[in-house]
């Protein structure tokens, strides 16, 4: 069975997604981390426009593009 991925950044608003890898360094995996963004968590976009507005297990947590490219997501 093929998993369909895409970039956290192109989902848009409304859609949820489940966090199927994150990319980049470590520093950057700590901080997506600590937000609540790891593999296998649920993400509901917010808004698109500007940096991604994200809500992770009821927190609103806002993410710069460039690091929302390195979030791969299944949309759900």
Same mark, same amino acid.
């Given at each position: 069975?093929?998993?369909?991925?895409?970039? %956290?950044?192109? !989902?848009?608003? +409304?859609?949820?997604? &489940? /966090?199927?890898?994150?990319? $980049?360094?470590?520093?950057?995996?700590?901080?997506?981390? %600590?937000?609540? !963004?790891?593999? +296998?968590?649920?993400? &509901? /976009?917010?808004?698109?426009? $500007?940096?991604?507005?994200?809500?992770?297990?009821?927190?609103?947590?806002?993410?710069?593009? +460039?690091?929302?490219?390195?979030?791969?997501?299944?949309?759900?």
């Amino acid at each position: 069975m093929r998993i369909n991925m895409m970039m %956290l950044n192109q !989902l848009k608003t +409304g859609d949820v997604g &489940r /966090v199927v890898k994150v990319g $980049g360094g470590h520093g950057i995996r700590q901080k997506l981390f %600590l937000r609540g !963004l790891f593999e +296998g968590s649920s993400v &509901r /976009v917010i808004s698109c426009s $500007g940096p991604v507005t994200v809500e992770v297990d009821r927190n609103i947590v806002c993410i710069g593009r +460039g690091m929302a490219q390195k979030i791969m997501v299944r949309k759900v």
